[in-house]
């Protein structure tokens, strides 16, 4: 990977910029740009959330990202991609994820740009609390010594 396609997917707890993601893959060649913005809601399944917490094992979510826009990149030419996910405590409001993708036209910018965060949400060792009325709780995780059927 070039120095270059390394700075395009990132992990940290500063705010993201819109504008920074758009500058990784903007070029002279790129007829469109599509952008992605995840945001933190104030509800979800239900319950209502006043922050999240992100939590990551960097070393390997920032070279898991960089595979997937790797992966991506060779599979739509002319596609260039950007991945910024942060980490921390966030507000209802704040940005999480931003993907940005840019191709010639504008159908290979829309799909580059939703691989790029399926694919993120799939594999990134990214995990993710949410905090409301009732507490924080892991989002999505699930303790096996507590499931129906998981006899020891």
């Not at 500063?14 to 790129?30: F, H, K, N, T």
């Amino acid at each position: 990977m070039s120095e270059a396609d390394a700075r395009r997917v990132a992990i940290g707890t500063e705010p993201l910029s819109v504008d920074a993601a758009i500058a990784l893959v903007a070029r002279p060649g790129a007829g469109g740009i599509a952008v992605f913005l995840g945001t933190v809601r104030d509800l979800n399944d239900g319950r209502t959330v006043t922050r999240l917490e992100y939590e990551a094992y960097a070393s390997m979510a920032l070279a898991e990202m960089d595979r997937i826009r790797a992966e991506i990149e060779l599979a739509i030419p002319d596609v260039r991609i950007a991945a910024l996910h942060r980490t921390g405590s966030l507000d209802v409001g704040d940005i999480s994820v931003i993907c940005a993708a840019s191709a010639p036209h504008r159908d290979e910018a829309f799909r580059a740009c939703r691989l790029m965060i399926d694919r993120l949400k799939e594999r990134v060792p990214i995990w993710k609390r949410e905090h409301g009325p009732d507490g924080p709780y892991w989002v999505g995780w699930e303790d096996a010594r507590c499931t129906p059927g998981h006899e020891h």
